[in-house]
């Protein structure tokens, strides 16, 4: 692969199968970290425009016998080149075409891209500040602090679980059409559907 070509997916992509490989979260840092090296070197020397090792989410590992979940009696596999282009080719079309290719592009989960906001996008340089999702959490108790007798649950914008979650990411050129895109969208709505206001969730 040529160096220009490397994408945040690609190495993304490697940690992920090195952990459905077994191996412990400190070997897969340790590797990213020499991959990272090399790259800021490319990064120094005008060869790349960013480090495509930032941003990269590691799983969680409890022992180094980790195997990949399993549906309906079969691990779990990413796609395939082919399959992503024939994905986006029929998706092209539909509603959430440009979120699909926010997530491809940045590695995002489904919760923080639902959970972003305009004020998060940073399109003079490129990147996206992720520091909240969208959880589902139980409710146990009324307006009045009476426990309920059975509990319900709402979608709530909360912080992300672990630290490292909060990070910004780069946005490749596909990511920011993506999201230009997607504001041609809302405000497209907002004309037609006569609402007043200014548009702060992205999705």
């Known amino acids: 692969m040529k160096l220009a070509d490397i994408q945040i997916t690609h190495v993304q992509n490697i940690v992920i199968e090195l952990a459905n490989k077994g191996y412990k979260k400190s070997t897969i840092r340790s590797t990213v970290s020499v991959v990272s090296s090399c790259l800021e070197r490319a990064v120094i020397g005008k060869m790349l425009l960013f480090n495509p090792c930032r941003g990269i989410v590691y799983p969680e590992i409890t022992n180094k016998n980790f195997k990949p979940v399993k549906i309906a009696g079969q691990n779990l596999k990413r796609m395939t080149n082919d399959e992503i282009i024939r994905f986006f080719d029929v998706e092209r079309d539909t509603r959430y075409y ?9 590695g995002m989960r489904i919760g923080e891209a639902c959970a972003l906001e305009w004020k998060d996008v940073d399109f003079q340089n490129n990147y996206l500040h992720v520091y909240k999702t969208i959880n589902i959490v139980p409710v146990y108790y009324d307006d009045n602090g009476n426990k309920l007798d059975r509990p ?48 702060k969730i992205c999705y």
């Not at 440009?98 to 940045?106: N, Q």
């Open 152 to 199: 319900y649950y709402i979608k709530q914008i909360t912080s992300p679980k672990r630290t490292a979650s909060i990070r910004k990411i780069p946005l490749f050129k596909a990511a920011v059409d993506a999201l230009y895109s997607w504001r041609e969208k809302q405000l497209a709505d907002k004309r037609k559907y006569k609402k007043s206001g200014g548009l």
């Open 98 to 106: 440009e979120l699909y290719m926010l997530l491809l592009f940045t």
